[in-house]
Structure formats: C-alpha cells, structure tokens
C-alpha cells in the first residue's frame, strides 16, 4: 500500500508521517467506529483515517452481524432435539349397527417421539460451527478487499493532486510563453500569427487545468463513498506519490499468498464439506419412531396401555447418493482452491513486474529524463529570445517536459496502486523499508 510520508521539497504537501508497527490484520480486529481520527470538516485526511473510516463504516461490512446473528438462530435450532408431539385417536366411532354413537369407541392418548440414531444432533452443530468459520474468513476477504481498493482510490487522488498542481504549472508557464511571444511581436520579430498561437495554447492550458480539477473532484467522492459519505469532508490527502523503497523477492512473496484469507476460504469451505458428508452419513442409520400411551374401550368401560415404534428398512442404501454428493462438493472445493493459487499465481507475478517497471521508469524519469528536458526547456526559451530557436521549438521543448512529468506522475501511481494489489495477495505488507527508514506500514493505526 501506500507510504504516508510527504515528499521533500513538494510544494503541494507538507511533510508529515504516521508512525505505525503493527500489520494488516491486527488492522482488521483492531479498528472500530470509535478509533477514528479524523473529524468531519478537516481539511486533510491520511491513509490511515481513511481506511478506519471504511472498516467502520462501509455498507457492505454491516451485513455480516447479520450474516452472523442468522447463523446464531440456526445453531440454536440445530441444537433441538426431536419434538415431543400428543396424538388423539379415536375408532369405532359414529358407524352402523353395534357401532352406532359412542357406546363402542375407543381412544386412545398417546405420547411419541423420535430417537435420533448416529449422532444427528452432534452432527448437525458441527455444520452450523465450521458455516460460521467460513462466514470469519469471508469476512477478512471483504476487508481486505476494501483495505485494497480504499489504498488504490487514495492513490488515485494523490495523483490527481500532482496532476492538478502540475497542470496549474502548465498554464503558468503557457502565460510565460504568451508574454515572451508578446514581448517578440512588439519588437518586431515574430509574426502576429504567433502571438495568436500563444494565447490559443494559454486558454487551452487553462481548460486542461479545469479539467484536473472536476476530475480531482470526483475522485475525491469516490474514495470518501468507501464509508457511506456522499459529499467528501476532506481537501486533500496527505502522501508521498514518489515513496516505493527496496524491492521483495518474488519467492517469499509468493509464499505468504497461500496464506491469503481467499485461499483460507477454501480450507474453512472444505472442513464445512467434512461436516456436512458426516451429517450425511447420520442420515443411513435409521431413527427410531415411538409413541406410548392410554388406551379407553367405551364398550367395557376399561382401559389399557398401548406403545408402539417403528423404523424405516434399508436407510443406508437409500442414503449413499446424498453421501456421493456430499464427497464430490468437497472434491471440487479442493479442486476450486488449486485454481485459485494459479490465479493468484498470475496476480501476484504481472503486479510484481509491473511495479518493479514502474518504478524503474519513475527512477529514470526524476534521474534523467526530466532533468535533461528541463535543460533543454531553459535553453530553448533563451534561444528563442534571441531569435535562434522558432515558436515550435519553444513549445515541443515546453510539450516534451510536461509530457514527461505528467508519465511521471501517472508511473508512480501505477507503482502505488501494484504495490497495494501486491499487499492485498499476500495479505502482508510489503518490506517495511518500502516506507522509510522510521519504518511505516500504510493504513495501520497511530
């Protein structure tokens, strides 16, 4: 994710860093609505006021008590034991000839019930306790789902931040260009023609300008819609764009992916599967069905009592599909967990590379590229002043320079937003030298 340290000498920011030891998931079990730091109306906000807000407050982690509470209900169902039921029977009733009315009837009260063979009731708790650690481990993917996407949008603004702040450059420096074109028409050594390119580059400057702002802005509303705001109670976010640090090898990242919460998923899905084949094998041992009671002759004016049960024949037999469908779900969640490591595989190598690209690009971009263009730049104008270098010389100079910081910008960026999808696979941070020497981890708590 995303370092929250300010760039030195970046005008747009100041410098200011959260101090954070902990990881991600003590992130997770450690936030509540109550540990948020940033008020409504500060004018800043950090990456870490940001994530706290959308673990507290995000939609679509308020469905889980529910998700929960539901589980409660069945576990207290699943603990029942069979019914008692109270039956009533009467025969002889209401016919013809010796049993005409009542004089002949008998009734009969009886109590029944079922025991319950091969431990049904064991069985069907342990489906309901291995259901609710799915529901835990899908409850840490969501998070750490929304922990990814809160850094790649914050990221987003970030860059939208430089970019607006170097489209306001551009459309100073194309104000520069207008008053040079100015000065060289009125001297009488550039045509009018020119002058009227300036000005049309100037305004063209200034709607780019606008145009880096209205998107600011909706970035702005999309990162504060991660916890339920609609209008953004923030200016800006605090970070700097340009912070990635030392590379981790491929390997040991690699290796903490199978301990990702989607792959733990898998592992919680297939101990559920175990729970419900063994609930399934509960089903071919028969229950017992039992009923006692009193029984009263009309007739004779006597009474007695009955009892009676009763047990379906060939259960197991009848019961070996349920058990055959029950292994072979199990099967393919074994089956879905291996298709997900190649897929997280895949992931994790084009984020790896992609960030490490990037990242090479913003090193020669700042360490050469930029440096070189804005010799260039200096050079060019004052060659066009005095009247060496044409119009579209200045301008491809001007051009090339705002081109390079703007990929800059857009490199950095993209090395951000891996570096976070890179955290979100190995739900770990990467090494904490990617944030400094005080040793920072984005997103975790002051």
Same mark, same amino acid.
């Given at each position: ?24 998931? *003590? ?7 109550? %540990?948020? $730091? ?40 699943? %603990? ?11 025969? $002889? ?39 609710? !650690? #799915? ?7 969501? *998070?750490?789902?929304?922990?990814? &996407? #809160? ?10 931040? &430089? ?6 450059? /551009? ?9 040079? #074109? ?9 045509? &009018?023609?020119?002058?009227?390119? /300036? ?11 606008? !145009? ?11 990162? !504060? ?19 990635? %640090?030392?590379? #981790? ?13 989607? @792959? ?23 229950? @017992? ?29 009848? $019961?070996?599909? /349920? ?48 440096? /070189? ?5 200096? &050079? ?28 800059? @910008? ?11 999808? @890179? ?24």
């Amino acid at each position: 994710m995303l370092s929250i340290r300010t760039a030195p000498g970046s005008g747009a920011f100041g410098r200011r860093n959260i101090k954070s030891r902990c990881i991600l998931f *003590s992130l997770l079990f450690f936030i509540s609505s109550s %540990g948020l $730091n940033a008020a409504p109306g500060d004018s800043t906000i950090t990456l870490t006021n940001a994530v706290q807000r959308a673990l507290s407050q995000n939609p679509s982690l308020k469905v889980f008590p529910y998700r929960y509470a539901a589980l409660q209900g069945q576990a207290e169902t699943a %603990g029942l034991r069979p019914a008692y039921e109270l039956g009533f029977d009467a025969e $002889n009733v209401g016919g013809t000839g010796d049993f005409s009315g009542a004089g002949g009837a008998e009734l009969t009260i009886a109590l029944s019930s079922v025991i319950e063979m091969g431990d049904k009731r064991a069985a069907r708790q342990g489906v309901i306790s291995h259901s609710r !650690s #799915v529901l835990n481990a899908s409850r840490q993917v969501e *998070s750490l789902a929304l922990l990814g &996407e #809160v850094t790649r949008r914050y990221v987003d603004v970030l860059a939208a931040q &430089e970019q607006v702040t170097l489209a306001g450059e /551009a459309a100073q420096l194309a104000s520069e260009s207008l008053r040079i #074109v100015k000065k060289r028409a009125t001297a009488g050594a550039t045509p &009018e023609a020119e002058v009227k390119r /300036a000005q049309a580059a100037a305004e063209q400057a200034k709607l780019a300008l606008l !145009s880096e702002q209205q998107r600011l802005a909706y970035l702005k509303v999309s990162l !504060s819609a991660l916890w339920g705001v609609t209008s953004p109670d923030f200016d800006k976010v605090e970070g700097d764009l340009f912070q990635f %640090g030392e590379d #981790v090898a491929f390997d040991l990242l690699y290796a903490k992916v199978e301990k990702n919460p989607a @792959i733990e998923v898998f592992a919680a899905e297939s101990r559920l599967k175990e729970a419900e084949i063994r609930l399934a094998q509960t089903q071919s041992s028969a229950d @017992i069905s039992w009923s006692v009671g009193v029984r009263r002759l009309q007739e004779t004016d006597d009474t007695a009592l009955v009892a009676g049960f009763s047990m379906p024949l060939f259960s197991g037999k009848r $019961n070996v599909g /349920a058990v055959s469908t029950a292994l072979a779900e199990k099967n393919q969640v074994l089956a879905e967990r291996d298709v997900m490591l190649l897929d997280l595989h895949t992931q994790l190598f084009r984020a790896f590379h992609n960030r490490k690209q990037a990242i090479v690009a913003v090193k020669a971009l700042r360490t050469a590229i930029i440096p /070189a263009l804005e010799q260039a730049l200096v &050079e060019t104008q004052a060659a066009y002043q005095r009247g060496r270098y044409g119009y579209l010389d200045y301008v491809s100079a001007r051009q090339e320079l705002l081109s390079a910081r703007r990929t800059q @910008i857009e490199a950095a960026a993209a090395a951000l937003t891996y570096g976070a999808e @890179i955290e979100q696979l190995t739900a770990e941070p990467l090494a904490l030298t990617q944030y400094g020497e005080d040793n920072t981890f984005s997103g975790t708590p002051q």
